[in-house]
């Protein structure tokens, strides 16, 4: 074990520095499951709120509409 992580403990000369680590390995993945769907659910609400607020739909079918279109 001290083959592999031999680096890694020479770096860590104070004990704060493990901190990050602590948090690394102290996630439970139920926790983190959570966060990456409530991500997935946040971005696609803005992005729903960006279609819809932006108009972006409206500006696209216009554009594609031809020049001499006189509706």
């Known amino acids: 074990m001290n083959r592999l992580l031999g680096r ?3 770096s860590v000369s104070k004990p704060w520095q ?3 680590l602590g948090i690394l390995f102290g996630l439970d993945l139920n926790i983190l499951g959570y966060a990456v769907v409530a991500l997935f659910v ?3 609400v803005v992005a729903l709120l960006v279609w ?6 409206e500006k ?5 509409l031809p020049a001499d279109h006189t509706h």
């Open 60 to 64: 696209w079918t216009t554009s594609l």
């Open 18 to 20: 493990m901190y990050p």
């Open 42 to 44: 946040a971005t696609w």
């Open 8 to 10: 890694v403990m020479k």
């Open 52 to 57: 819809r607020l932006g108009r972006i739909e």
